[in-house]
């Protein structure tokens, strides 16, 4: 504890300040320093680096990136190792409160006060798992219930057993993840519920995860009712029809005494609103440009806070180029902005990447569909002309899609809109 | 006795879906895999199912009471739970350094458990 009256004003003059060092971070900050930034600092409120990595013991992270299967720790100390050989400065426990336009942080650790005047900042903030209260589920009050990462981080890091009899609501990654560990464990793992009609998690964790270990995956399900007093007692499940409405008569009663919540993630951008930067209400992320800039300049986006990413290994090819752009603003390589597009998710599509463009030339897009598809067929508009048609083997809402798309300088200058759509043809 | 089936592939997240013709111990990948990664992983999932097994031992006196661990090679399916047992017997004393050993020859598999973690010691 730092006794009142001992906290000091520390004053920071750097290139790049990265706030926060989980994945997104690490990688950004790497690229800082490799692109020719100066002093490059990382601030993270944890006591560790590498953010929810240490905690995903399971395999898989590098095959996209690399080309070698890594564990998250793995994957974290790799990246960790990089970044102090190129001399990142790391700030553990060190809480951002404040973000100005004029690239000064204030932020607290137990040193004190830090004012941080920075020549750009990249937000590497990561997300929040969505709780019970996010999708208001009826019924009483009883402990028992945990997002999915929350208990992935009591199982793997701290040695706590989260419970016995447990069910997860929501088949996102984190949750198949969560329900292979249990049963490593020895929980009894009664199921899955899913409210869509398809896992939304990526299928070789549908396999790997449940069909191996016989854990039934319930689609078209969702959670109708809590009952426990103190500790969980059961809970009950119910069909829903199209309208994701509960279908009378088709509830049935599950005894345990744990329910998992794996209902997604929501980007952590508290910092970005009190600054200013325009939020996506569909990403839930800052409004960028194809440079990953904000809507306040010189302060770019990357990571989950940006968008929430399939895997750590496409969000760190994205953050490495995030932390190139921040380094070139550091040091006076602005690009100059020649125009200005918006770019809209049209049929289908249920968000685009970046939602503005003003600079001509090679665009990388991301963006997430809105159904599953077979076949699908992704197009681009600027007004009423194709500029792009290309054919896609099918199309998922949980896997990403990426493009590159050459934008001229008529089409930044037409000032219309650029509309992206997909179809089955 | 032909069988065919189909299998998803779980070497990366794009997860092919991989048709194979079984016949006795041939097997014939008919379509479906982006890479030849995925000629590989339905051969052996067709023929000897695997799987990278991670989980965690316990630390005495270190900075955090458990390391993250993992299989050196992909461990058959059938005996996960055999590995499971034995992982959980052992206690390790800090400090652990990421790809220590931790148990060799884990239930007569000829695959080690490997540490995937540095643990300091307090």
Request: net charge positive.
């Amino acid at each position: 504890m730092v006794e009142q009256g001992s906290l000091k004003m520390i004053n920071l003059d750097v290139d790049v300040t990265v706030i926060g060092a989980g994945p997104a971070g690490l990688a950004a900050a790497i690229s800082a320093r490799e692109n020719g930034a100066g002093e490059v600092i990382v601030l993270d409120r944890n006591s560790w680096l590498g953010g929810i990595l240490p905690q995903c013991i399971h395999d898989g992270f590098g095959v996209e990136e690399i080309g070698t299967s890594m564990t998250g720790p793995e994957y974290a100390d790799m990246y960790i190792k990089n970044a102090e050989k190129l001399g990142v400065t790391f700030f553990y426990e060190t809480m951002v409160l404040q973000l100005f336009k004029n690239h000064e942080i204030i932020a607290v650790n137990k040193k004190g006060l830090h004012k941080i005047k920075a020549k750009s900042i990249v937000l590497a903030m990561g997300c929040r798992e969505k709780t019970r209260w996010d999708v208001l589920i009826p019924g009483e009050r009883p402990s028992g219930i945990y997002t999915a990462g929350v208990a992935q981080g009591f199982i793997n890091l701290y040695n706590i057993m989260v419970g016995k009899n447990v069910v997860i609501l929501g088949s996102g990654d984190v949750g198949l993840i969560v329900a292979r560990r249990l049963r490593f464990e020895g929980a009894n793992v009664k199921g899955v519920i899913e409210i869509l009609p398809y896992a939304s998690g990526l299928p070789r964790n549908v396999v790997q995860c449940l069909d191996d270990y016989n854990i039934p995956l319930y689609l078209n399900h969702t959670v109708a009712y809590i009952k426990g007093r103190e500790r969980l007692e059961s809970i009950t499940i119910a069909q829903v029809d199209e309208k994701m409405e509960i279908i009378y008569g088709t509830e049935k009663e599950i005894k345990c005494d744990t329910l998992l919540l794996s209902l997604g993630l929501i980007p952590e951008n508290e910092l970005s609103k009190q600054v200013g930067i325009e939020i996506d209400t569909i990403t839930g992320g800052p409004v960028v440009d194809q440079f990953f800039e904000t809507t306040v300049k010189g302060i770019f986006a990357c990571g989950n806070c940006l968008q929430v990413y399939d895997t750590v290994d496409i969000l760190s090819i994205g953050a490495k180029q995030v932390g190139k752009n921040a380094a070139k603003y550091a040091v006076g390589e602005t690009h100059e902005k020649i125009g200005f597009v918006k770019v809209t998710a049209g049929k289908g599509i249920r968000y685009v990447l970046p939602q503005q463009i003003n600079k001509s030339g090679k665009v990388h897009f991301y963006l997430r569909v809105e159904q599953p598809k077979k076949t699908a067929v992704l197009r681009v508009f600027s007004g009423d002309v194709e500029l792009l048609k290309k054919k896609l083997p099918w199309a998922n809402p949980a896997n990403m899609i990426e493009f590159d798309f050459n934008v001229s300088e008529k089409v930044l200058k037409s000032n219309k809109p650029l509309e992206v759509t997909i179809d089955d043809q | 006795m032909i069988n065919e089936k189909e299998i998803t592939c779980i070497i990366c997240p794009i997860s092919c879906k991989i048709s194979v013709r079984i016949d006795g111990k041939r097997l014939e990948v008919c379509k479906g895999n982006k890479c030849k990664k995925g000629i590989d992983y339905a051969r052996s999932e067709a023929l000897d199912p695997r799987r990278m097994l991670t989980s965690s031992v316990l630390v005495k006196n270190g900075e955090w009471p458990l390391v993250s661990v993992k299989g050196s090679e992909p461990i058959p399916k059938d005996k996960i739970f055999q590995v499971l047992k034995q992982i959980k017997q052992i206690k390790v004393d800090a400090p652990v350094k990421l790809g220590q050993n931790i148990i060799k020859n884990v239930s007569n598999t000829e695959i080690n458990i490997i540490a995937t973690k540095s643990v300091k010691r307090m």
